[in-house]
């Protein structure tokens, strides 16, 4: 049973430190850029598109939070790969995990592949707490 945590750890943590390298490598979001893409639909037929759009850009222009979101992944998927700090990395994973589910599951529900995959990976850190359980139990009771 610990290689696949170790394994599910592993797999968990190229997703995280790889999608927070991404938010660094991107570029800064351009305000006219954006409503060059909102205009490009229409509002009753595209809200959900819309609304990811100006989510995702708003967290882009505050300066920190897109930044803040890939450091806390990177940070996270590396504690997750050491196994002495594994579970604190896991646990602290969990909201950022749950966050990109919600994001996925309500702003993109059409996208199939994508709600499965983020699902997959809510589901391994979850995993990976409560194959833990012993060493969380304490901070509970």
Do not use: C
Not at 89 to 112: M, R, W
């Amino acid at each position: 049973m610990n290689k696949v945590i170790s394994i599910l750890s592993i797999i968990l943590a190229i997703f995280m430190i790889d999608g927070g390298v991404d938010k660094f490598s991107r570029s800064k979001v351009d305000t006219e850029i954006t409503v060059s893409k909102i205009n490009k639909y229409s509002l009753e037929e595209n809200e959900g598109i819309i609304q990811k759009i100006l989510f995702i850009s708003g967290m882009k222009q505050t300066g920190y939070l897109w930044e803040l979101i890939g450091f806390s992944e990177i940070l996270f998927g590396l504690m997750i790969i050491i196994k002495r700090t594994r579970i604190i990395g896991a646990i602290l994973l969990l909201p950022v995990t749950l966050n990109i589910l919600l994001f996925h599951a309500f702003l993109e529900p059409d996208e199939i592949l994508s709600l499965f995959h983020v699902a997959l990976l809510f589901l391994i850190n979850s995993i990976i707490i409560i194959s833990n359980r012993n060493k969380v139990k304490p901070l509970f009771s």
